[in-house]
């Protein structure tokens, strides 16, 4: 009997993505609620929250502003014209019955991001507003409680969902599209993109096909998947769950299903609607929408740097791909970083120092950059002095730490404490003689072709001098010393 190894060797898988991006404005799409997270529930709601009758909604254009920008980032072609509609389902946290959506005519279409030399097309990106959310409590019912209450603090909070085409083959290339959409939206400033919070959620559609086959074969979709190992443990589940019923005769059917991170496999949870299903029709409370290219050019005016060409700039500087990759993703730093070089810091041993001793620091701490004490100016002081080999490495990292807890000047601080490079011959010669008469054993077996005990002298030179000596200059007249 085949292992699934072996089978998934003769299919292959389709994966498209549908994320929900939650906007950052203040208020909500159609209705003046704050959107702010956190707060007690059912505080920040209103009659047009709420669908009372004869309330009627008011477009937020900060939306269409935020709507725009992110079709641009995504190479996105922005309609002259676009318009909302009524997509009609019945939930709890959903108070007027129907959510108002764009079905046929969305505000983004025909775009795609490159990820890796690979183009991952994306069909369409369309505002709506989000439902509320359900809170489940008590522990008897049959899907583990036996009751649930409503938050509508979230009803009508703005979304823009981006559907991508079904261009990805793994759970690996899904991952990184996830991971770079993510990044795009953080950077202009439209998503916070916090999983856990439910501020951009993920779901799924994954098919299988023999290898060869042109047709797509039945998709399931996997909803709201809420963090990035979730979405790759959740296809690798689907995968293999299809492949299973492939190769037993039946047929997958049309569904969505939910996943249980904590079993590890998805669940049904109804079967999948089709457009029709939801019975669209225009909005009639809100007028089609005039994007003029005046407006288009406007926001294309204020977009900053994305993360690819970001990216690409730092490799330029003699960063590895990896470690700009690892840069780019840590917003904050990467802003932290670009002043600090600005300002005249030498980019690879500034980026040393953030990706390390800093970062180190940051996750011991459990801390942002922000919440310290370090400021772009005493890094780069910093990193100058070390540079310049006024103070060596292993100085600029104790120094570092300082920086972070209690601030001040780098400069400073190495001329109060004494921190400065010994490059006066006289003194540093005077150390090597006595580091010499200390261990005649270790010199008698080095002068017997012990090359290697080499390191251990300079060792016992740097303890005696806590760190300071020049390393060239030491290491001159270290042998000559050893040698002489």
């Known amino acids: 009997m085949a292992t699934m190894e072996e089978l998934r060797k003769k299919y292959e898988v389709v994966i498209g993505l549908e994320v929900h991006a939650q906007l950052k404005t203040k208020s909500k799409i159609f209705a003046p609620d704050s959107t702010e997270f956190g707060s007690e529930q059912n505080t920040h709601i209103s009659p047009i929250t709420l669908g009372m009758p004869g309330v009627l909604p008011v477009l937020n254009k900060e939306v269409v502003n935020m709507g725009i920008l992110t079709g641009l980032a995504l190479n996105c072609t922005i309609p002259e014209y676009c318009k909302f509609d009524r997509k009609q389902y019945f939930y709890p946290d959903l ?10 005519q969305p505000i983004c279409v025909n775009g795609h991001i490159d990820i890796e030399g690979k183009r991952i097309g994306i069909t369409r990106a369309h505002l709506e507003e989000d439902a509320g959310k359900l809170v489940h409590m008590g522990s008897t019912g049959i899907a583990g409680s036996s009751y649930s209450l409503v938050d509508l603090n979230r009803a009508g909070t703005p979304l823009l969902e981006i559907v991508s085409e079904p261009d990805m083959r793994s759970s690996d290339e899904a991952r990184a599209y996830m991971e770079e959409l993510r990044t795009t939206l953080r950077y202009i400033g439209v998503c916070d993109g916090n999983l856990e919070e439910g501020s951009m959620r993920c779901d799924a559609n994954i098919s299988v096909r023999p290898i060869g086959q042109k047709e797509f074969g039945t998709r399931a979709e996997i ?48 079967g999948k609607e089709d457009a029709h ?10 007028m089609p929408l005039k994007i003029s290219r005046e407006w288009v050019n406007e926001i294309a005016s204020k977009m900053p740097e994305l993360p690819n060409h970001r990216r690409q700039r730092y490799i330029s500087y003699g960063l590895t791909p990896y470690d700009a990759n690892v840069l780019v993703e840590q917003q904050d730093i990467a802003l932290f970083y670009d002043k600090a070089v600005n300002m005249g810091a030498d980019p690879k041993t500034a980026n040393n120092f953030l990706m390390k001793e800093i970062a180190a620091y940051l996750k011991e701490e459990k801390l942002l950059l ?62 090597i003689n006595k580091v010499i008469a200390n261990n005649p054993s270790q010199v008698e077996l080095y002068r017997g072709g012990k090359d290697k005990l080499f390191g251990f002298f300079v060792g016992q030179v740097m303890k005696e001098t806590q760190g300071r000596a020049n390393p060239q200059l030491l290491n001159k007249l270290l042998k000559e010393g050893l040698e002489g």
């Open 370 to 431: 922000e919440q310290t004490k370090l400021t772009p100016d005493s890094f780069t002081e910093l990193i100058n002095l070390v540079t310049s080999g006024t103070i060596s490495n292993n100085i600029g990292k104790q120094l570092v730490v300082t920086l972070l807890k209690e601030g001040g000047s780098a400069k400073e601080l190495v001329e109060k404490q004494g921190l400065g490079v010994i490059s006066d011959e006289g003194a540093l010669k005077e150390i």
């Open 95 to 104: 108070p007027k019955g129907y959510q108002i959506s764009q079905y046929d």
């Open 223 to 270: 909803k709201n998947v809420n963090s990035f190992r979730a979405l790759q443990r959740a296809i690798e589940y689907e995968i293999d769950r299809q492949i299973d019923i492939v190769e037993a005769g039946e047929e997958v059917i049309q569904e969505t299903r939910l996943w249980d991170d904590n079993q590890g496999v998805t669940k049904s949870m109804r």
């Open 277 to 286: 299903d939801y019975r669209y029709f225009p909005e009639p409370d809100l």
